[in-house]
């Protein structure tokens, strides 16, 4: 059974931060790239981040870049994103999901074939 578990999310304050975590089980992990998504109430879902976690390449949308940071433990089959500085605007349900390699960096949401349930963050001003 394929699944992807995100954990991490919770309640910070403007400025502070938060590392989510995406377990990955029943699919070869070195196929797939791991993109996280967001999606703040009465928006919609937006890509963030992406790793190809066979070679590290990493991608982050402008909006992130400098403040959050993806990386991935291959041994544990985890994909991270830690948040750093973060602003109200961040509030959102951030999910991940899996994509194979060759769309790796794509934001587009059909490309994906896996989702996790989505962990929700909330900063306070």
């Known amino acids: 059974e394929v699944q992807l578990v995100e954990s991490g999310g919770g309640l910070v304050q403007t400025g502070g931060s938060l590392r989510l975590s995406c377990a990955a089980s029943?699919?070869?992990?070195?196929?797939?790239?791991i993109g996280w998504f967001r999606q703040a109430p009465g928006k919609e879902r937006e890509g963030i981040s992406c790793i190809t976690v066979s070679d590290g390449t990493k991608y982050y949308r402008d909006s992130v870049r400098g403040r959050f940071t993806i990386s991935s433990d291959n041994a544990k089959n985890t994909v991270y994103l830690q948040l750093n500085s973060l602003k109200p605007e961040d509030t959102a349900v951030y999910y991940c999901?899996?994509?194979?390699?060759?769309?790796?960096?794509?934001?587009?949401?059909?490309?994906?074939?896996?989702w996790g349930q989505g962990t929700q963050v909330t900063v306070s001003s």
């Open positions: 999901a899996a994509t194979p390699n060759e769309y790796g960096g794509s934001y587009t949401a059909e490309l994906y074939d896996y």
């Open positions: 029943g699919f070869t992990f070195d196929d797939y790239a």
